[in-house]
């Protein structure tokens, strides 16, 4: 029936990628033939960069964490994945996600669920 009528499915398979708190790029596209070959599947991805906004050491040795734009998204996507409650509960772990620390409580959460 779907052929007769030239109606398909659509499957949006998404995924998104934050480095350095500086890049961050989401959509549908993939690195390989049937992504890039333009004749078959329609993809998108939309990339920010928000520069100035890395890692940076205080002449007083103290580390300064990036709080812009970027930031904020990976935070709104921690509160909603592992809940408000663990994002407020552990600032100092989830805004370091490079850390042991960080890594084992995503461990737990994930494991518990």
């Known amino acids: 029936m779907a052929r007769r009528h030239r109606r398909f499915m659509v499957y949006v ?43 940076a050491a205080s002449a007083a040795g103290t580390t300064r964490r990036p709080r812009g734009k970027v930031f904020g998204y990976r935070m709104s996507l921690w509160e909603e994945h592992l809940g408000k409650e663990v994002v407020r509960r552990w600032p100092e772990l989830v805004e370091r996600p490079e850390s042991p620390e960080c890594v084992g409580l995503v461990s737990r959460i994930a494991r518990d669920n």
């Open 13 to 55: 398979h998404s995924k998104g990628m934050i480095v350095d708190e500086e890049y961050v790029i989401v959509g549908s596209a993939n690195i390989n033939q049937r992504s890039l070959a333009g004749s078959r599947d329609t993809e998108l991805a939309v990339g920010a960069y928000q520069p100035h906004h890395t890692t």
